[in-house]
């Protein structure tokens, strides 16, 4: 990694890298700055940078018309208590699958993946009628399981390869010393893993935060997250670039600032076995 | 390792994730399989009925099924292209020492953590408007005509949306792959004089290639199925020029309100998605076998 | 019983009366509604209507057009019972109303004066006599027009023009050098965004959907002509990137001083004219929806509703608020606190009577006649089965006015010829229609 360079490349790099950068991150960055601008010079062409008529008026509109801290709150609940259920059942899942490997792991591990490439449009009828029957729509309980069984795969997988590079030795020692299956998990592989487990839960919340189709469809009001908070700001009547910026950036916040205090734990387990 | 206990126990602790996804599969996939051979649509209920094989008919025969195969296809294969050679290219750039490394990662990963349809929003208002965009107004800026880019290069503009939220993923993945490489392997390569790109090919791209199927294969699963970001973008259109399989189920589920036909183009969706899998792994997946 | 009494009677005497009206049971209901600037009013009001009715606690689920009419399909043809008061059109109203899935609104009280109600609008929510909707605005549609531009470019719109008028008034005041162009159509694919306007064009000029036998003739001469009309003002005078503008994008864009004439709904009317929102507010002028001489104008009729699905759980509770939402009192609220011209319109005779609002509402006339000459019985020059005069009030028309607005709008866009699309257009109404069984092979 360090690599001794002259200082003259290191400056064309830092350039060219915070270039690319701020490219990628632009759209974000816009949207931002366009939350704090009066409607009209939102608009504006040419547009304007940073000489323009500052206002958190937008984020006031926008909490008007509704609670945003209900929404928020609900998204959190959901994100967390998908991951917490999902992590209770993949460890164990993952946990046999790496340490006690079948014949038909690989295949089992694939077909799990493959549950995933259902287009949830297809089955929203039944699936509406299943919540119907068991009386789950609008509950967070239902909203849980719903984006728990979705991430599933992906957390089975994260971990399996994790685990797998844990050497077999270190929990035959463990059992060696006479701990049972229970303590082998929770005591030798679950403080070897948490690298492993730590980027497992931070994909999870990400991905449980922005999935848009279900937690739209299957709530109103009670179980509502911030997918559905955003989605009564699409297309209103005049202009609304602004105060569509603001709702944006109250959507995208929370988990924004997470993902940046946490990219050191989310990069270090985020490789999905491919780093030998 | 493996004694006749643990075996045991191991399956009894897989069997709950095993178990829990075989429901959340087969229910479905029951209900799918029996609502496809029935007529039924939530507006006309009292037409119902066993069909046989109308609604696959239906859905394989509609005008868009084929247009809408290949634009998945394209999809799917172009935000592959743009993310996995951007990915590679951004990771190389950012593994070099330089000024502000932390800032430029939190920038870079940034797009990840964006939630389909606002990410959907930002770049068809803010960016795509043919009158108000800021691509509109870069155009105007050097004296040329604003392109229609939801109008006129739909598949195009909703690829560059998926790849602007999937390049951090890439990048994220490659980078740490690149940062396991062995310093001295590259040292030794130039000693030896080997140029850059001789060191590129020969060295970091055999060490890469299992990054790649890993990101390959996970935005596959995801891309296969997206949806927001069209129904936001261009609901389809103009014509069927956007339309997915996916988004073709869809159309039929919601706005055709066709149970039956949805359930059929789930059928064929998840049959074809299959097919697509087979072939990746038989392509990628030696990549993965440790 | 008398726990609960007790408990009361308790209550009532520690904390006084206030907490007695907490203590007595409230009923939520749950509405949803489009984000539409009058429903997004309306529940900002939300106080005002708890003021009168304490008990009744409401819940709002404001969501987009289209993921509002998903969701709300979905549940309602699922019984799913999540809804206690929705948000409907003229187009779902008869065909849910026919299918048992809405409750009959016969029992509003005296003072809500149903006869009160424009008789075309009321005649669309009602089936065989009965309402099952309570119209919260209603709208046609007509020519609003930029005067300035118009008198600087030396013409002048007529109250009740042709197209050859409006074909004449875009090209004098295109000038996309400045900015302006000619003309705004919507053009986003979608049963009621570019087929609400494409289906009354078509109908001014003798086109139908079907014949009377369900035979769809859309690769009809009066299709053909009116849709080479409208790729010609559009392609010659219109923005770019017409194909994906619906309602709102045109809106702003008129808004913002860029469309010389915009064809929609009335209900814009108040939006253009707001000197808060539209750069434009002192120059807008308005005129009838043009025709063809064929003796039908380009006028549509909508009314956004509010009903009670037959799964609700608090029919009665639900019933109070649309009685509340959808009366004379409402109105006078809105006028109190908003001003005359954001009221409501397009529902209620009496408030075309209303001097005040006359006098506020520049597009007031203008409206009224529009709605008073749509005609959902009898839209089209030549004789058809169907009602509904921008749509055709069959289950199966969401379906195919989209596919076939998709048409049009690749039309638009430059990517099929006008032939190739009426020609797939009329391919698909006649696979759709077959399939449904209209058409007996």
Known sequence: MARAVSTQRKAVNTALAWGVALLIAFPILWTFLTSFKPEPQAVASPPVWFGFDWTVRNYVDVQRQRDYFDYFWNSVVLALGSTALGLVIAIPAAWSMAFVPGAKTKDLLMWMLSTKMMPGVAVLVPIYLVFVWLGLLDTRIGLVVVLMLINLPIIVWMLYTYFREIPGEILEAARMDGASLGREILYVLTPMAIPGIASTVLLNIILAWNEAFWTIVLTTTNAAPLTKFISGFSSPQGLFYAKLSAASTMAIAPILIMGWFSQKQLVRGLTFGAVK | MSTQASRSAARLMLSPAVLLLLVWMIVPLALTLWFSVQRYNLLTPDRSGFVWFANYAAFVTSPAFWLAILNTLLLVGGVLLITVTGGILIALLIDQPLWGQGVVRILVISPFFIMPPVAALIWKNMFFNPSNGLFAEALRGIGLAPFDFLGQAPLASIIVIVAWQWLPFATLILLTALQSLDSERLEAAEMDGANPWNRFRFIMLPHLARAITVVVLIQTIFLLGILVEILVTTNGGPGSESTTLTFLVYKEAILDSDVGTAAAGGVVAVILANIVAIFLMRAIGKNLDA | MTFSTRALLGATALCGLGYAAAAQETTTITIATVNNGDMVRMQGLTDAFNEAHPDIELEWVTLEENTLRQNVTTDIATNGGQYDVITIGTYEVPIWGNQGWLAPLDDLPAEYDVDDLLPPIRAGLSVDGTLYAAPFYGESSFVMYRRDLAEAAGIAIPDQPTWEDIKAAAAAMNNPETGVHGICLRGKAGWGENMAFLTTMANSYGARWFDENWQPQLDSREWKAAITDYLELMTSYGPPGASSNGFNENLT????????????????????????????????????????????????????????????????????????????????????????????????????????????????????????????????????????VQFVAIPEFQGLGTTVGQEFSAALAGQKTVDEALASAQEIATQTMTEAGYIQQ
């Open chain 3, 253 to 388: 864009l008129f808004q913002q001083g860029r469309c010389g004439m915009w064809i929609d709904a009335t209900v814009a009317g108040s939006f253009v004219t707001d000197p808060n929102n539209s750069t434009v507010a002192e120059q807008v002028g308005f005129a009838l929806a043009p025709d063809a001489g064929q003796g039908k104008r380009a006028n549509w009729l909508w009314a956004w509703s509010l009903a009670v699905p037959a799964s609700s759980d608090a029919p009665e509770a639900a019933k109070t608020f649309i009685a509340w939402a959808t009366s004379k009192e409402y109105a006078n609220l809105v006028a109190e606190t908003e001003g005359w011209a954001n009221v409501p319109p397009g529902t209620r005779t009496s408030l075309y009577e209303n001097a005040d609002y006359l006098a506020a509402a520049p597009f007031a006339q203008m409206t009224i006649d529009s709605i008073n000459a749509a005609d959902p019985n009898s839209p089209t020059v030549q004789p058809v089965p169907y009602t509904g």
